[in-house]
């Protein structure tokens, strides 16, 4: 099993626009799959996650938030997955690589966006370029050095 974190952004880059600005090592980038448009990257020996991107069209992502559920539904997105090995020696180096693509992610666009753990606890929004986070006092708290690495 892994800790999965997503990182949707909302509207109509491809998926290889988002792969060329989450991840700088060519090398490493997400190639196709077999899945249509999806892309993936084995990256846990390297950063400690496998790394999916898949775009899609009339999405409904729902959450818990700080205020209770969340609920979004952007014409056209594209989500960015990292599976995130729960060996206990590699997760902060494998969650620090994760923070560092999502914050590369967010400041190189404007999309609206959303960060989620498990794909049911929010941790983060992006609304007409304004940033959002939730579980400030638990998640964030706990790890410190994501809010060094994504403001807001």
């Given at each position: ?6 990182l949707?952004l909302a509207?109509?880059s ?13 090398g490493?980038?997400?190639k196709?799959?077999?899945y ?12 400690g ?14 959450g818990?938030?700080d205020?209770?559920?969340?609920v979004?539904?952007?014409?056209a997105f ?17 969650l ?12 190189s ?8 753990l ?11 370029g ?11 708290h706990?790890?410190g050095?994501?809010?060094d690495?994504?403001p807001g």
């Amino acid at each position: 099993m892994a800790v999965e974190y997503r990182l949707t952004l909302a509207g109509r880059s491809s998926t290889e626009e988002i792969a060329t600005r989450a991840v700088a090592d060519p090398g490493q980038r997400p190639k196709p799959t077999p899945y249509g448009r999806a892309l993936a990257a084995d990256l846990y020996e390297e950063l400690g996650f496998g790394l999916d991107i898949l775009s899609g069209q009339h999405g409904c992502f729902e959450g818990e938030s700080d205020t209770g559920i969340w609920v979004w539904e952007p014409d056209a997105f594209v989500s960015t997955t990292f599976r995130i090995t729960k060996n206990p020696e590699r997760y902060d180096e494998a969650l620090r690589n994760t923070l560092e693509i999502v914050a590369r992610l967010l400041a190189s666009g404007t999309e609206d966006a959303a960060f989620m753990l498990d794909a049911d606890t929010l941790l983060l929004t992006r609304v007409n370029g304004q940033t959002q986070k939730h579980r400030r006092a638990s998640w964030w708290h706990h790890y410190g050095y994501a809010g060094d690495l994504i403001p807001g």
